[in-house]
């Protein structure tokens, strides 16, 4: 009997091993297209996506004018992975990685220096990768809203747009690193503190972004949603959303108020409203203000922005294809005084295999309120390819 036990014992074995070395060297199952992604061991769902954009930018800003291989503006080239799990019934999470991919070989700068009197020499460089956007973590409850962690986007991060040229109508789309030229002086116009102005600078929205910041959003009552995050360093700030649809129209809506850093002490206020028609014509507007508690250091200024779009699937058998007109004005958002307005066209035609092919042209124009200076506009065009996966 002992026997037959050791021999029942060492044939189980052996058929386990056997199994194990048989599943270790089968060749891995390779996902088709029509699987949402991959599982990892601890039964969560994983998707891997994101996109390849590339641009040519023509930049004029009175002094200088030249083109530029590059990334697609505002719009940039990233890549994300979203985790998806469940902890109860009631209670999923989720996950998200996502960066910003480098711009181009050029975002590397090579210092050679020289070493003792032998004359060996050591390059150095500095590589601008992975620009992180988001490194989030969410457990959302069936009824009870959701809990963010991580760096993400903020409650007042809500300026609504129903757009579908992926235009940036809070200020400059493209060449937002060029700098402001003073026709007069001859001169590239400079801050305070002596550094070059540069164009996009002097448009603010007063709408939030992405941080390191502990958020939680209610679930949706009536097409409302409310929401509030908290930071570092006695950072705060609040947001309500609307969304809905009323027959052939479709109205998104937010507003916000954000208290600033204790290093920059203020508040930002603002609203937007976007609306489109099923004919494919939106149209959206929005409204910023800061105001600071601070008069030697802050300068209480605003913005604000509207914007006409059209998208259609008549023109061609590739894709929609969409259009949108932006203007933009700041006032005081960096000095008194100082006003800066934008005009934007945008052009999109969407393609099949994830491709989308653009074009944009935008005139930035500045006024510092010196009559001894005539700052020249920023004019930039700008045609590309985007490849989303």
């Known amino acids: 009997m002992k026997e037959r036990l050791n021999m029942s014992i060492k044939t189980t074995l052996k058929t386990s091993v056997a199994a194990a070395a048989?599943?270790?060297?089968?060749?891995?199952?390779?996902?088709?297209?029509?699987?949402?992604?991959?599982?990892?061991?601890?039964?969560?769902?994983?998707?891997?996506?994101?996109?390849?954009?590339?641009?040519?930018?023509?930049?004029?800003?009175?002094?200088?004018?030249?083109?530029?291989?590059?990334?697609?503006g505002t719009d940039g080239s990233r890549l994300r992975i979203l985790v998806s799990g469940k902890l109860t019934?009631?209670?999923?999470?989720?996950?998200?990685?996502e960066a910003d991919l480098p711009r181009s070989q050029s975002q590397?700068?090579?210092?050679?220096?020289?070493?003792?009197?032998?004359?060996?020499?050591?390059?150095?460089?500095?590589?601008?990768v992975w620009g992180f956007r988001k490194t989030d973590i969410k457990f959302t409850h069936s009824t009870m809203g959701s809990l963010?962690?991580?760096?993400?986007?903020?409650?007042?991060?809500?300026?609504?747009?129903?757009?579908?040229?992926?235009?940036?109508?809070?200020?400059?789309?493209?060449?937002?690193?060029?700098?402001?030229?003073?026709?007069?002086?001859?001169a590239i116009k400079t801050n305070a503190n002596g550094t070059a102005m540069l164009g996009g600078s002097q448009f603010t929205s007063y709408f939030g972004g992405r941080m390191?910041?502990?958020?939680?959003?209610?679930?949706?009552?009536?097409g409302f949603t409310a929401s509030a995050s908290v930071g570092d360093d006695n950072?705060?700030?609040?947001?309500?959303?609307?969304?809905?649809?009323?027959?052939?129209?479709?109205?998104?809506?937010?507003?916000?108020?954000?208290?600033?850093?204790?290093?920059?002490?203020?508040?930002?206020?603002?609203?937007?409203v976007a609306v489109k028609h099923a004919s494919g014509?939106?149209?959206?507007?929005?409204?910023?203000?800061?105001?600071?508690?601070?008069?030697?250091?802050l300068i209480d200024g605003s913005s604000w922005g509207v914007e006409a779009g059209y998208t259609t699937t008549s023109m061609n058998n590739f894709g929609a294809t969409s259009?949108?007109?932006?203007?933009?004005?700041?006032?005081?958002?960096?000095?008194?005084?100082?006003?800066?307005?934008?005009?934007?066209?945008?052009?999109r035609q969407n393609m099949p295999a994830g491709v989308a092919l653009y074009a944009a042209y935008e005139v930035a124009s500045f006024d510092d309120g010196d009559a001894a200076t005539s700052l020249d506009d920023i004019a930039v065009f700008l045609t590309g390819a985007k490849l989303s996966f």
Request: proline share 2%; aromatic share 8%; hydrophobic share 30%.
């Open 235 to 272: 950072y705060y700030d609040v947001g309500l959303n609307y969304g809905s649809s009323f027959g052939d129209l479709t109205l998104a809506a937010g507003a916000h108020m954000r208290h600033l850093t204790s290093d920059m002490p203020g508040e930002n206020y603002g609203g937007s």
């Open 323 to 347: 259009f949108s007109l932006v203007y933009t004005e700041a006032d005081e958002t960096t000095a008194d005084k100082f006003e800066a307005e934008s005009v934007q066209f945008h052009l």
């Open 108 to 128: 590397r700068s090579t210092t050679t220096t020289v070493v003792g009197n032998q004359g060996q020499v050591a390059n150095t460089h500095t590589d601008n």
């Open 148 to 186: 963010s962690i991580g760096q993400g986007t903020n409650s007042s991060d809500n300026k609504k747009s129903l757009d579908s040229t992926t235009n940036n109508n809070a200020g400059m789309s493209h060449g937002n690193s060029v700098s402001v030229y003073d026709k007069t002086g001859d």
């Open 281 to 297: 014509l939106s149209a959206s507007a929005h409204y910023g203000k800061e105001s600071g508690t601070d008069a030697a250091s």
């Open 22 to 72: 048989l599943f270790a060297v089968s060749a891995p199952v390779v996902s088709t297209p029509a699987e949402a992604g991959l599982a990892n061991g601890n039964d969560n769902g994983v998707v891997i996506s994101g996109a390849l954009n590339r641009s040519m930018q023509y930049i004029d800003n009175g002094k200088s004018n030249d083109w530029r291989n590059t990334d697609g």
């Open 212 to 222: 390191d910041r502990i958020k939680y959003d209610t679930p949706s009552l009536a």
């Open 89 to 97: 019934e009631s209670v999923k999470v989720g996950g998200t990685f």
